[in-house]
């Protein structure tokens, strides 16, 4: 009896319990976030179109460049494109939606004297807010570096992470007839030589602040390692073991630099003070063990060894001087890269005569293959977010620089022609 | 004299050799199972299905969400018969009934009747024309509601082909086994399966969220939505969250962009809607 009681108030809930439909979406239909990147308008004063339009461009490839976004079609645009609206209120968001927009950058500039203000807003159309705004000040020259800048702030606004378009890329070139070190903006824009060694110099790469810069020059005769100072010009010869004295790359940290130095006749990984001073040497086998790579924590070295008879990947334990190899695949695998995050490693493979980038996990799993097509794709490193890859290729003949996300896509040459650019290296810090 | 004994043979005990074969077993299981040889790891892709028959519709008729089983081939000859249906096209200037009479008694080729009464038609339009504007725009309307009608004809001689194709009866009046494609309660008169699927397919259309804005791939949040009967957002609440703020986000730009559905549902509905990252391509 009791039994049946109990069953009969359960079926008198049944009704009362509201039956629940549940949807499921596994993926969003809309995989980029669709934008509208309108024109900057004059705040005061005359307009200044080139102006608005080399803000315009430049904002437009950074957008298009991080692969997050879908531009529309500035055709497409009502009224609100032509009103110069810098808060929330001054926004006829209705219209934007309408035209699908989910994010709205609009903003304004002025020239005061010879200095350019430039005034960015970010607005989320959806929520119908202002997402982030800058200002910038500086001169008609610095309008790329302004675009760059707020195209970071955008993308920090949007994933939580800065963008790297304002760092910059170091690179070699022999557009003067010898190897020299040359810098530029992440687009390719203001190419500029540091160097004058009339030699050959190779394998730059950057403090972790970004003001100086360390490579190899054969000047002397000898490849001897050589440190930068961006902002004097000043340079120092860090290394100059008999020898090799090649592929430094300073620690994350900034306080140690990992080099290959041959003087002893085999080519071994040594660990040097910022000033030059022997630390101590990371490696000691008969094997060849060249172009280290560091680990974000500084605690572990990824670099290439063939003592295991062919060149392949080894990531080595700093503390417990343990090396563990990560690459069993191909016969020839080399410059090894540690991306920021920390969760891969890029390096390039040879394979029927022409090198390809993949990357893969510390531990040697997961390997991905990231380029193919014709023509090489070598010295892979990071933007200091993760998000990139610079390389250098001969795909279109000579070769050039080459920044891809780093999932392989969106792949576009940044150098410019004329040149033989190689050995790329992405600054952290502009 | 006594047969000499035995000699004693040197052969393993029974027990050592089933311990030997046991150990040999073992070995052959390790050897295969690849315990000492690391396997890569296979990664399994995901294999996608689009169904382009049974869309989801907003007022599905009624009918049967599989659209009833397909394999008969006389309803999809059956709509065949209808292909005299341009007739009715060419008749209605004429005879209203004449499908009853064999379709097509003038020409084998219903396609070429249709020209020939826009001929007879444009016989008198021609001296009408020169005359006065009035007889040409009458002319105008007359071949804009034949084209009108030859283009219903055409739709639904695709209809009903694309539902030969798929083992479905359109017209709606068969039922059991050929029942046609639709829900149980529809009430509405598009070829599609149900509400919630097309709900589902509203919000997929609605939601954005870009692979490079996610570190992860398993993230997946619930929220709990609920519509008045006219159709409007009235609440809606995380039941469970992912954990990362970029994904939540998306979510709540999802919901806020379905806020007013596009049809009144009639009564208040709530449900939960789980997001999730499953179909994310790399």
Redesign the interface.
């Known amino acids: 009896m009791r039994r049946f009681a109990t069953l009969l108030f359960a079926l008198l809930c049944l009704p009362a319990t509201?039956v629940?439909?549940?949807?499921?979406?596994?993926?969003?239909?809309?995989?980029?976030?669709?934008v509208a990147n309108t024109e900057l308008l004059p705040l005061s004063g005359f307009p200044s179109p080139a102006i608005a339009r080399e803000l315009h461009e430049v904002m437009s490839y950074d957008l298009d460049m991080?692969?997050?976004?879908r531009q529309l079609d500035p055709a497409s645009f009502l009224g609100d494109a032509k009103r110069l609206g810098l808060t929330s209120t001054q926004v006829d968001f209705n219209q934007w939606s309408l035209l699908g927009s989910?994010i709205l950058i609009k903003g304004g500039y002025r020239m005061q004297g010879d200095r350019l203000l430039v005034e960015f807003r970010l607005f989320d159309v959806?929520?119908r807010q202002l997402l982030t705004g800058r200002s910038y000040s500086g001169y008609p020259g610095d309008v790329r570096t302004m675009a760059h800048k707020f195209a970071d702030v955008i993308l920090k606004s949007?994933?939580?992470k800065e963008g790297p378009f304002s760092s910059r890329i170091a690179y070699i070139d022999n557009r003067t007839g010898h190897k020299e070190l040359y810098l530029m903006d992440t687009d390719g824009a203001n190419s500029l030589r540091l160097t004058d060694h009339r030699s050959i110099v190779l394998n730059p790469d950057f403090s972790p602040n970004g003001r100086e810069v360390i490579f190899t020059s054969y000047r002397p005769g000898n490849p001897d390692l050589y440190r930068k100072y961006l902002g004097t010009g000043q340079e120092a010869r860090l290394s100059f073991k008999k020898g090799l004295n090649i592929s430094a790359r300073f620690k994350p940290d900034g306080r140690e630099i990992a080099l290959t130095q041959s003087e002893s006749g085999n080519p071994e990984l040594v660990l040097l003070g910022t000033d030059g001073s022997q630390r101590r040497r990371l490696t000691n086998h008969w094997g060849i063990d060249v172009d280290p790579s560091w680990s974000p924590a500084g605690d572990k070295l990824a670099f290439v060894s063939d003592r295991q008879g062919n060149p392949h990947i080894f990531v080595l334990d700093l503390l417990s001087g343990q090396t563990k190899r990560i690459s069993n695949n191909g016969k020839y695998n080399a410059t090894p890269a540690w991306s920021p995050d920390g969760d891969r490693i890029a390096f390039t493979r040879l394979e029927g005569n022409v090198f390809d980038i993949y990357t893969i996990r510390p531990d040697g799993?997961?390997e991905r293959r990231l380029t193919f097509g014709p023509g090489n794709k070598e010295h892979p490193r990071w933007s200091p977010d993760g998000?990139f890859l610079v390389f250098s290729s001969d795909q279109d003949g000579g070769k050039g620089i080459y920044i891809m996300?780093a999932?392989g896509t969106g792949m576009q040459r940044i150098s410019a022609t004329g040149g033989q650019s190689q050995h790329p290296a992405w600054s952290r810090q502009r | 004299m006594t047969t000499p004994p035995f000699p004693s043979r040197n052969e393993p005990r029974l027990s050592s050799l089933l311990g030997i074969s046991l150990a040999m077993h073992i070995v052959v299981f390790v050897l295969f199972s690849g315990v000492l040889f690391g396997t890569?790891?296979v990664e399994r892709r995901p294999v996608y299905f689009v169904d382009l028959s049974k869309m989801p519709v907003l007022n599905p008729q009624a009918g049967r969400p599989d659209g009833g089983p397909a394999p008969k081939a006389k309803p999809a000859a059956k709509p065949k018969t209808a292909a005299p249906t341009p007739q009715p096209v060419a008749q209605p200037a004429s005879k209203p009934e004449a499908s009853k009479p064999k379709p097509t008694p003038v020409d084998n080729k219903p396609a070429v009747t249709q020209p020939t009464p826009v001929k007879t038609s444009s016989k008198p339009a021609e001296p009408a024309s020169k005359p006065a504007e009035a007889g040409q725009s009458v002319q105008d309307k007359i071949a804009a509601m034949r084209q009108n009608q030859q283009r219903q004809q055409e739709l639904a001689d695709l209809k009903s082909k694309i539902a030969a194709l798929s083992g479905d009866d359109t017209s709606g009046k068969s039922y059991g086994s050929g029942a046609p494609l639709g829900m149980p309660d529809g009430s509405g008169d598009e070829i599609g399966v149900d509400q919630?699927t097309w709900?589902?397919a509203f919000?997929?259309?609605?939601?954005?969220?870009?692979?490079?804005?996610v570190a992860r791939r398993d993230l997946q949040a619930t929220v709990h939505v609920s519509y008045s009967a006219d159709g409007t957002l009235t609440n809606y609440r995380f039941v469970e969250s992912s954990g990362d703020?970029?994904f939540d986000d998306?979510l709540k730009?999802?919901i806020?962009?379905t806020k007013v559905l596009p049809f009144k549902p009639g009564r208040t509905l709530?449900?939960?809607?789980?997001?999730?990252?499953?179909?994310?391509?790399?």
Do not use: C
């Open positions: 509201s629940m439909a549940q949807i499921e979406v596994r993926a969003p239909g809309q995989q980029t976030i669709a991080s692969g997050l976004f989910e959806i929520h949007v994933t939580g799993t997961d998000r996300r999932d | 890569s790891p919630q709900l589902q919000y997929k259309e609605n939601w954005s969220l870009s692979k490079y804005q703020a970029n998306s730009k999802a806020l962009k709530q449900f939960d809607v789980v997001f999730n990252l499953k179909d994310l391509m790399d």
